[in-house]
């Protein structure tokens, strides 16, 4: 699901001079740094005990999900207003995508704990400069079938900082408390995928609720004098 800068901007008809640019600058991070998700084991396997980057436990016949990212949900496009809907080429401020993911799986006492990885890049698009943002990921463990059936999601806010007028940043969050009961039958586990993707509602300011008005004072008529 990875895009280039320069794809992408060609798809959305930004120049290629400023492509080009937010291809080749890094001045944040570099891609042959290293990441959180190198520490992740690579069997597919679950492990019993403790498991994960301590590289200990053992690995069991049951499989850990594998992580699909959602459809429509692979790209995050940051406007000059949040909220309106998909902002205009010349209106973009940041665009963020998905690159990389990872997963381990652990088993104890029939649950399943789940770490996941998650590798992303923001680029600044042509009304974007430096400043603070909040990325908003969504990851949801779902068994599909005829009747999909969501089983547990965690929600991510990962803060980013833009250094430069024209910048690429990479930014990583790992989550490592995704449980749920391990099913009776373990085939079952074979239908579980993990749908990881950027939640773009989050991104929508909350209406604050009208003031309450508060009830005119009543007047209270002088008495006629008789």
Not at 46 to 68: H, L, M, R, S
Not at 104 to 124: H, K, L, Q, S
Request: charged share 20%; net charge positive; glycine share 12%.
């Amino acid at each position: 699901m990875t895009r280039t800068g320069t794809g992408v901007a060609a798809l959305m008809g930004i120049p290629i001079v400023l492509a080009l640019a937010l291809g080749g600058c890094g001045s944040t991070s570099s891609l042959l740094s290293t990441s959180p998700l190198d520490m992740f084991k690579t069997s597919s396997k679950a492990t019993t005990g403790t498991g994960g980057a301590e590289g200990k436990g053992v690995d069991t016949d049951v499989d850990c999900p594998e992580i699909q990212i959602r459809t429509g949900a692979a790209t995050l496009m940051i406007g000059s207003k949040p909220g309106e809907g998909e902002p205009a080429a010349l209106d973009l401020r940041y665009q963020g995508t998905i690159i990389r993911t990872a997963r381990e799986c652990r088993v104890a006492g029939g649950v399943m704990t789940m770490r996941v990885g998650i590798e992303g890049r923001v680029i600044t698009g042509p009304a974007g400069g430096p400043g603070n943002i909040e990325v908003p990921i969504r990851m949801a463990v779902v068994q599909e079938g005829s009747n999909p059936k969501t089983i547990t999601s965690k929600f991510a806010r990962i803060p980013v900082t833009i250094n430069a007028a024209i910048d690429r940043v990479t930014f990583t969050h790992v989550q490592d408390d995704i449980t749920f009961q391990v099913p009776a039958n373990l085939a079952d586990i074979d239908a579980y995928v993990v749908y990881i993707g950027f939640d773009a509602m989050a991104l929508v300011p909350e209406k604050k609720a009208p003031a309450a008005k508060k009830p005119k004072p009543k007047t209270v008529g002088k008495p006629k004098q008789s």
